[in-house]
């Protein structure tokens, strides 16, 4: 069975280019300013679209994310929310693949069977889950995989040759690889080490394989996507939606127009990657 | 929620994959992952090492003072008339509570994996405390992390953790308590995986930190159930303690569990009351979720989210509870009730006026249920309450709570 993941990344192999991964937080600052973003995301340039669930105490992430979560929370956001937005954006989007994610907690509490019911009726085809490990496998990833929806696990530096099959093991979609320890939305990893560190998971697996944790500008995703199958935005974006907001978290600029003009120059960045390491 | 069957035994939890029935398990990153399953490996390795076992009863001896006494509480036993009243003294033990215990026990296991840093996270400041002091005896650097609010309410223990050498890192998100603190910690020890050893206070977190604690902390229990038989030639007919992670009551409840006749009592935080939100008894009113790296009790919204509990005791004020607990609540082996923030208060005072001692306000919980239940108890029944903590480090809360001015 293949999934819009599936089919994106063996489009953009035959174009010989790597993907544009973008996250967004989902209900940040509200749902209709968030729906419209993630619009934007996609017509801008982003080849796959990671939507944020908001949680409470988002322990792996860095002080932008949780402030993100936060506003969308405060907004009123919810799982059911965040899977009508996937929903929403359906009706004129049917290609762009949508991996939700987040944290355990909400969907456990929704239900796990129902949740992935209607994440599948919404559109959704992967799932991102930061505290399930492949150690609790049952809990999540093994359903989600009968339902017919990607489970796509976050490599590490810290997962060594011994673990990386264990982690690869009902990994599909793609393999995220966070290029560094620590929090989202820190400092970027040497080019160097990435490219090692994509090759070795690459040794284990056929799986297309995205980098994120740090990219912020054109020119580092460029560098990134030369040895990846695709380049994690995230920190960088909901930066700017932050930055469109007052002091009280009123709208003072467009979130949109700033998102589609960053997104727009990422894109950029990753269509020269291969350009770039071709001549 | 299905009752799950009653075990042959309550003591052999929890299975390999760190699972208390439903509850426990390794709820985290991939990145913490590789580490989790190292110090399980070091700690299986520690357990069975007599050297270790040595140098831990050694320092358990000479530097924290332990056994911590059985102390019969006259003074109260006949203020209330009714069942006799021991108390667990963990207030008498270096540092002023329990947290010493496993404190002592982790800060060995962080040596013999030549980790080079300590973070740790705080409530009331005990653990803190603790963990400042052993990393000061062992040449640590440590990082302490503590909610503001929390930093504003225990401003003694700050102190005290400053001059032991330790930074402490005020935590602001949330409600700046216990959950944020464990928050920021855990993003610490994600950075800094190579060297970081994350010494966690209570018995929660992922697997093995809740079996770990607890057999750190089980040595109350077992000097406990010995000196019972010592001084009344039987065991109590009740135990008490309070619990907000729940250290201090799994440490002293874990030796009596498989003694059918001993009644076990594990009290929780009930604010203001519980019909709201301010309180942090999330095993009377939270459901079953996953948070910190476990899944356990919580307290949380139809959503998901974490809600921000309340109490009077910052050690207390945490929305989750250690997954034995879970699982003793839902086997029925432990029963958890809870005493608000006056009544705790009340049995602050009363404590301290009959028995000349003056106890932590989360111990000051477990004391308030003994005076509801003592005396309806015979004059020939016993019970033991730990008496997890000293309450100097809470004389300001108290003093504001009382309207005085100091």
């Known amino acids: 069975m293949t999934t819009r993941i599936d089919r994106r990344f063996a489009k953009l192999k035959a174009e010989g280019r790597p993907a544009l991964v973008t996250y967004f937080m989902g209900g940040d600052p509200d749902y209709v300013s968030s729906l419209q973003i993630m619009r934007t995301l996609s017509r801008a340039g982003a ?62 509490i929704y239900g796990v069977d129902r949740f992935l019911s209607d994440a599948k009726a919404a559109g959704i085809d992967g799932l991102i889950v930061v505290d399930l490990p492949p150690e609790m496998d049952e809990e999540l990833c093994v359903p989600a995989l009968e339902a017919g929806v990607n489970f796509i696990r976050l490599a590490t530096p810290t997962t060594d040759d011994k673990r990386l099959p264990k982690v690869l093991q009902n990994t599909s979609g793609f393999v995220y690889y966070v290029s560094m320890t620590g929090i989202t939305g820190a400092a970027l990893a040497d080019t160097e080490k990435v490219a090692a560190a994509v090759a070795r998971i690459k040794s284990h697996t056929d799986l297309p394989v995205c980098v994120g944790f740090g990219v912020k500008t054109a020119e580092q995703a460029q560098a990134i996507g030369a040895s990846a199958d695709g380049v994690v935005v995230g920190t960088a974006i909901v930066n700017t939606v932050a930055n469109a907001l007052g002091p009280t978290g009123e709208m003072a600029a467009d979130p949109v127009e700033a998102v589609a003009s960053l997104v727009g120059n990422l894109a950029e960045g990753v269509r020269a990657a291969r350009l770039a390491t071709a001549q | ?112 994996m030549g980790k080079k840093r300590i973070i740790a996270e705080t409530g009331a400041g005990q653990h803190g405390v603790a963990s400042a002091t052993v990393s000061a005896r062992f040449g640590f650097p440590c990082v302490v992390y503590m909610g503001s609010t929390d930093v504003e309410r ?151 989210q974490i809600l921000d509990g309340h109490s009077i005791s910052a050690g207390l004020d945490y929305p989750g509870v250690g997954p034995e607990h879970s699982w003793l609540r839902d086997t029925g082996r432990v029963d958890y009730v809870p005493i608000l923030d006056n009544e705790a208060l009340e049995a602050f005072q009363v404590t301290t006026c009959v028995e000349g001692i003056i106890p932590a306000l989360e111990s000051a919980h477990a004391i308030a249920q003994v005076m509801k239940v003592a005396p309806t108890m015979g004059k020939d029944e016993i019970i033991i309450c730990n008496l997890s903590g000293r309450g100097d480090k809470d004389v300001h809360t108290v003093a504001k709570m009382l309207g005085v001015e100091i």
Not at chain 2, 47 to 57: H, I, N, T, V, Y
Not at chain 2, 223 to 247: T, W
């Open chain 1, 47 to 108: 080849d796959v679209i990671e939507l944020g669930m908001p949680f409470s105490d988002p322990m792996a992430d860095g002080p932008a994310i949780q402030a993100a979560g936060l506003r969308a929370l405060k907004g009123g956001q919810t799982l059911a929310k965040t899977l009508r937005m996937a929903a929403d954006f359906r009706k004129d989007d049917d290609e762009t693949p949508i991996v939700l994610m987040g944290y355990y907690n909400p969907i456990y």
């Open chain 2, 154 to 304: 225990q401003a003694p223990n700050v102190f005290r953790m400053k001059l032991l050498g330790a930074e402490v890192r005020p935590v602001s998100s949330g409600h700046g308590t216990l959950k944020d603190a464990m928050n920021e910690a855990l993003r610490d020890w994600v950075t800094n995986v190579e060297d970081t050893y994350y010494l966690i206070g209570t018995a929660a977190g992922p697997h093995p930190y809740p079996e770990m604690v607890r057999d750190f902390q089980s040595v109350i229990g077992l000097e406990a159930r010995e000196q019972i038989l010592e001084q009344e030639g039987r065991l109590p007919d009740l135990v008490v303690a309070a619990v907000g992670g729940g250290s201090n009551a799994i440490g002293i409840f874990h030796p009596f569990l498989d003694d059918r006749s001993v009644r076990i009592v594990g009290v929780e935080a009930g604010g203001r009351g519980l019909q709201g939100i301010e309180h942090c008894a999330s095993m009377n009113a939270g459901r079953p979720g996953v948070l910190h790296g476990n899944r356990t009790y919580l307290l949380q919204n139809e959503d998901g």
């Open chain 2, 1 to 112: 929620m299905n009752q799950p069957l009653t075990p042959n035994s309550f003591r052999t939890g929890p299975d390999e994959q760190g699972m208390f029935g439903m509850f426990g398990g390794r709820f985290v990153a991939e990145t913490l992952m590789p580490l989790i399953l190292d110090l399980q490996q070091h700690w299986e390795d520690a357990k069975r090492d007599p050297a270790f076992k040595a140098e831990l009863e050694g320092l358990s001896t000479n530097f924290a003072g332990r056994p911590s006494k059985l102390y019969f509480a006259e003074g109260l036993t006949k203020h209330l008339g009714g069942a006799k009243i021991y108390f667990k003294r963990e207030d008498l033990n270096h540092t002023g509570s329990h947290k010493i215990n496993n404190c002592l026990g982790q800060i060995l296991l962080a040596k013999r």
